[in-house]
């Protein structure tokens, strides 16, 4: 009993606010997913620039009073000059303290231990031979830390996804429905333009198999009894406004819904 103009706009509300809640719940999980891709990414590229946490060990650290260890990233067809070179890198260089901890593709990690006082020393002379020491400090409360946060953020990315699919289940019945409200509205609209008042017309859904369509739109056009009227044979670029954006004019209203 509401006028058209009503009719439409409530749609239109009813779907814009779906739309909203859509795009805010998106844009929390893609922002989880983000963080988690943020985090792999420090874990998986290459040594000269990845996170050395998960690789180092508490054993493989020794830190005291005058000595100190430091993380050597060494490229792979460089290892053999490593374990030559390290110790006569400063005569303050721990004997036989280098140890391999991991390998990449590119590069190796190696540790080496040293007094601490000589630090800034070794790392030009290294940096000079084309070896990078990677600034590092072993905590095993951050380690503790990351895991946790990284657990969390599987978690929250889990919930959110299953949260975000049940949504989508729910929410698309209503955009459907919405959008087939607003079919039968067009339908309405153009019968009344194509045959005037007062309304009187057949609306029917047809669900014809793509074989079959051009033989089922025979049969309605040989039904509406003008078929071979000189307009409906017209080449003009005239197209019947509708949802489906018909791009052929038919003796009766037609729209296609396309489902993907």
């Not at 998960?54 to 792979?76: F, G």
């Not at 070794?122 to 990351?146: C, H, I, L, N, T």
């Not at 609306?203 to 000189?230: D, F, M, Q, W, Y």
Request: proline share 3%.
């Amino acid at each position: 009993m509401s006028p058209l103009k009503e009719i439409v706009g409530s749609i239109q509300t009813q779907v814009a606010k779906i739309e909203d809640d859509m795009k805010v719940r998106a844009a929390e999980y893609n922002n989880v997913r983000s963080q988690l891709s943020a985090i792999n990414r420090k874990q998986s590229g290459s040594l000269a620039v990845r996170d050395l946490s998960n690789l180092v060990k508490p054993e493989d650290m020794v830190t005291s009073e005058h000595l100190v260890t430091l993380l050597a990233i060494v490229p792979k067809y460089s290892q053999k000059d490593w374990l030559a070179s390290y110790e006569s890198l400063d005569t303050f260089v721990v004997p036989r303290s280098s140890k391999k901890l991991y390998e990449d593709n590119e590069y190796a990690l190696y540790t080496v231990t040293l007094f601490a006082k000589v630090v800034d020393n070794f790392k030009v002379r290294a940096r000079e031979k084309g070896f990078q020491v990677r600034d590092f400090e072993y905590s095993p409360e951050a380690q503790e830390s990351w895991k946790q946060e990284m657990e969390k953020l599987l978690q929250d990315q889990e919930a959110m996804r299953t949260s975000l699919l049940q949504w989508c289940y729910a929410s698309y019945s209503e955009v459907f429905s919405s959008w087939m409200h607003f079919c039968a509205v067009c339908v309405f609209v153009e019968s009344i333009l194509r045959y005037g008042l007062p309304p009187s017309f057949l609306s029917a859904v047809l669900a014809p198999s793509t074989k079959s369509e051009k033989k089922v739109r025979s049969i309605v056009e040989e039904l509406c009894g003008n078929v071979h009227s000189i307009y409906w044979k017209s080449e003009d670029d005239v197209s019947v406004a509708g949802l489906g954006g018909e791009s052929e004019v038919h003796p009766y209203v037609s729209f296609t819904i396309n489902f993907v």
